[in-house]
């Protein structure tokens, strides 16, 4: 397990100099003993040149600042004999904390969307119901899955069916992002619900 050569980019991502990482027991890399020892389990399965061991680390950098990486292992063989193995390191901290972010911030939605006292849905440009919560559901009689089958219009009013789709057009078009109105929707079990319904546009990253 120990180092017997790096490059300039294994010092930057671990603190420590070539020359203090070169002759090193890879162990104190790793924030504890366990890690470490399973590490070393996978590596030792590696059979031939062909296998490819991947898989993702917690290491501590020298001025102890807590790194993720993910380490790439292949065999070093010389005339069938395995005599050491090589080793790449990428450093994947920051997309580590993008996705917790990212994961942190989905949870934070679900739970305000799922418990919200008003009843709530994400519909696609074709007015189709993707998700509602249990509000709606109170609302208009349908159970979640029910509402997967529907549209927007499924529920309204034939005379305020335009309502919805002027602002999803309008939206598309660039016009408007979000808007309030009233519309007039029909319960599961007939009897008429007015709304007052707040829309807003949703984009992705590409727009």
Same mark, same amino acid.
């Not at 090193?24 to 890690?35: G, Q, V």
């Not at 031939?48 to 490819?52: A, N, R, V």
């Not at 001025?63 to 790194?67: A, L, M, P």
């Not at 990486?69 to 790439?72: G, I, L, N, T, Y």
């Given at each position: 397990?120990?180092?017997?050569?790096c490059n300039?980019?294994?010092?930057?991502?671990?603190?420590?100099?070539?020359?203090?990482l070169i002759g090193?027991?890879?162990?104190?890399?790793?924030? !504890? +003993?366990? @890690?470490y020892l399973?590490?070393?389990?996978?590596?030792?399965n590696?059979k031939?040149?062909?296998?490819?061991f991947?898989k993702?680390?917690?290491?501590k950098r020298k001025?102890?600042?807590? #790194?993720y990486?993910?380490?790439?292992i292949?065999?070093?063989?010389s005339? !069938?004999?395995t005599k050491?193995?090589i080793t790449?390191?990428?450093d #994947?901290?920051?997309k580590?904390?993008i996705n917790?972010?990212?994961q +942190?911030?989905?949870e934070?939605?679900?739970l305000?969307?799922?418990s919200?006292n !008003?009843?709530?849905?994400?519909v @696609?440009? !074709?007015g189709?119901? #993707?998700?509602v919560n @249990?509000?709606?559901?109170?609302?208009?009689?349908?159970?979640?899955?029910?509402f997967l089958?529907?549209?927007?219009?499924?529920?309204?009013?034939?005379e305020?069916?335009? #309502?919805?789709?002027?602002?999803?057009q309008?939206?598309?078009?660039?016009?408007?992002?979000?808007?309030?109105?009233e519309?007039r929707?029909?319960h599961? @079990?007939?009897n008429?619900?007015?709304?007052?319904?707040?829309s807003?546009l949703v984009?992705d990253s590409?727009g």
């Open positions: 397990g120990k180092i017997i050569w300039k980019r294994m010092s930057d991502i671990t603190g420590y100099t070539i020359e203090e090193a027991d890879t162990r104190f890399l790793y924030i !504890n +003993e366990e @890690d399973l590490f070393g389990e996978s590596v030792n590696l031939s040149e062909k296998d490819l991947e993702e680390v917690k290491w001025d102890g600042k807590i #790194i990486c993910m380490v790439s292949s065999i070093l063989n005339s !069938n004999v050491g193995y790449t390191i990428s #994947i901290t920051e580590k904390k917790e972010a990212l +942190e911030s989905e934070k939605f679900r305000a969307f799922d919200a !008003n009843g709530m849905c994400l @696609d440009i !074709n189709r119901f #993707i998700k @249990d509000k709606m559901c109170e609302l208009f009689g349908y159970s979640k899955e029910e089958d529907k549209t927007v219009n499924d529920l309204t009013h034939p305020d069916q335009k #309502i919805s789709l002027e602002f999803i309008n939206a598309l078009e660039g016009k408007i992002e979000k808007n309030i109105f519309k929707y029909y599961k @079990d007939g008429l619900v007015w709304g007052l319904v707040s807003s984009k590409k």
